[in-house]
């Protein structure tokens, strides 16, 4: 086998890191593989960290105390005897009501650690326990009392004694992982979590704020490889959301391969450029390379999981996709992204009805989740009801990308050629235009019967690396029309030459 298909080989199996250009041939890098790592099964030791409670007299030192959930969350992550729920799922139960025994049956996990921060100017207490979740009953509990600058040791003991608690042993390397701190200054360190902290509204605004949290903790730390992926990671989604083009898009390589240049391990640096290549410059093989190489460096990490998937969707490989998915599942299973995929899975096969009838109402009612429902109802020919949702759900108010793309398509379905085109904003078809969205613009000017316009989308998806073969030449009905034209013929012997030659 190739090292690619040892790496996905790893990655279905729940493989951790061993960094792939360290090895000559597939067969070094498979025996490093087995030797060094133990894969993450169901039955493994399963817990779940809770959002530490902030004490603070200041309620905006919340970052801080999610912060530290945060970090313990990737701390215990590195042991590999050990499933540990992701953070975007623990962090769902922040303020929760629920019960230990409901959260451990919900959630799958035999163990759940709670605790409290009290920050204080340069002062920190901390309290943590370890309950195990089927009895309710404390495994083990401490409180820890010290400044700011002592945060890292904590963190550190708190993780080693969790491990002790669960009587697993850790390897040397997993001691080692305990250990290493990629911001060594607390104070850069504390600009990076009021960052993370920003960067999770997924506006501009607090795309703004992390920024300039970043930069000051550059500033303090000089260059720093974690700091520069995370301003990779911040401009990549300002062009995600539609609010920034080609600068942040450039920005954002250009601070992941600094980043690299520090580390070339890095899983953060490697996963923005993963993003780049496979969102924005229609390279799915680079874009591929780049997750892959973020998951094996971190192989429980949602965001790379998540990715990785949605590129198997976008070039037809939606068997590898739904692996993907059911381990994610298995780690962030009540995140709305992690819930989502299932059905994102099922467009990419062409399986509408499936994706239709999906649980849609268990979602939180955001733009992006709306669009797709929209969309799959859409596939499934159900178009009163996706023209329903649209109208009763997308909120005036709403104006990002997908909020556009949903009054695009109800403007589609209407088949009103003036009005689609209306629809489809200046700024919304630019963003569209660099981006693998492009397809369902495509889709749906084919489905308004404005077959020219939609060979023309239909390229610049092609062109940003959509090679979902099965889905465009078969599955796709309304671009049925097309089928047996010169331009749309032409344009499928490309895609299937690339689908079928297209490596996982």
């Keep these: 086998d190739s090292i690619p298909a040892v790496v996905d080989s790893a990655i279905k ?20 593989l087995t030797a060094r790592e133990t894969p993450v099964e169901a039955e493994a030791t399963s817990i779940v960290v809770l959002p530490f409670e902030n004490l603070s007299p200041d309620p905006d030192n919340a970052y801080f105390s999610d912060g ?3 970090e313990l969350i990737a701390d215990l992550s590195k042991v590999r005897a050990l499933r540990v729920i992701s953070r975007t799922s623990a962090m769902t139960l922040k303020g929760t009501d629920k019960d230990v025994k409901t959260i451990g049956r919900e959630l799958d996990v035999g163990y759940v650690v709670e605790g409290s921060v009290r920050k204080v100017g340069n002062g920190l207490r901390i309290t943590v326990q370890l309950i195990d979740a089927a009895t309710d009953t404390h495994v083990w509990a401490e409180k820890y009392a010290g400044k700011l600058e002592d945060v890292f040791g904590i963190q550190e003991t708190v993780s080693c004694s969790v491990v002790g608690a669960l009587r697993l042993k ?9 250990a290493a701190r990629p911001i060594e200054n607390v104070q850069a360190y504390d600009c990076y979590l009021r960052a993370r902290h920003d960067t999770e ?3 501009e605004e607090g795309f703004n704020r992390a920024l300039e949290h970043l930069h000051n903790g550059l500033a303090i730390v000089g260059e720093n490889a974690l700091i520069y992926s995370g301003i990779g990671y911040t401009l990549f ?31 953060e640096a490697h996963l923005v450029l993963g993003l780049v290549y496979s969102w924005f410059r229609g390279d799915q093989r680079q874009g591929l390379h780049h997750l892959k190489r973020s998951l094996v460096a971190r192989p429980d990490d949602p965001h790379a999981l998540y990715w990785l998937a949605i590129v198997h969707y976008v070039v037809g490989r939606p068997d590898a996709a739904r692996a993907l998915v059911d381990r994610l599942r298995l780690l962030d299973p009540v995140s709305p992204l992690s819930r989502w995929l299932p059905a994102a899975v099922d467009l990419g096969a062409g399986r509408f009805d499936s994706a239709a009838d999906f649980a849609w109402h268990e979602l939180p009612l955001l733009p992006h989740f ?3 429902h929209a969309a799959a109802l859409t596939y499934a020919q159900r178009f009163d009801d996706a023209r329903n949702l649209i109208v009763e759900s997308v909120s005036s108010s709403w104006n990002d990308l997908f909020a556009q793309l949903s009054r695009f398509l109800e403007a589609a379905i209407e088949q009103d050629p003036r009005r689609t085109e209306q629809a489809l904003t200046e700024e919304t078809a630019r963003t569209c235009s660099r981006e693998v969205w492009s397809y369902y613009v495509a889709s749906f000017f084919a489905l308004a019967k404005q077959e ?4 023309e989308w239909l390229a610049i998806a092609v062109d940003r690396g959509f090679i979902n073969y099965p889905l465009l030449g078969e599955h796709d ?18 895609v299937k030459y690339e689908w079928e030659h297209f490596e996982i």
């Excluded at 792939?20 to 597939?26: E, G, N, P, Q």
């Excluded at 020219?452 to 060979?455: E, F, H, M, Y």
């Design 13 to 32: 199996r729940g493989l951790a890191k061993v960094p792939t250009d360290r090895y000559a041939t597939a067969a070094e890098f498979a025996t490093a």
């Design 68 to 70: 530290l959930t945060e």
């Design 370 to 372: 709306v669009f797709f």
């Design 237 to 267: 989604h300002y062009a995600n959301i539609g609010a920034g083009q080609e600068e942040h898009i450039d920005g954002a390589e250009e601070h992941a391969r600094r980043a690299l240049a520090l580390d070339p391990d890095s899983a």
């Design 477 to 494: 009905p309304f671009l049925a029309k097309l089928r047996g034209q010169t331009r749309f013929d032409a344009l499928m012997e490309r």
């Design 452 to 455: 020219q316009v939609a060979l």
């Design 201 to 203: 509204s997924f506006t």
């Design 170 to 178: 850790l390897t040397p390397e997993e001691k080692q992982g305990l």
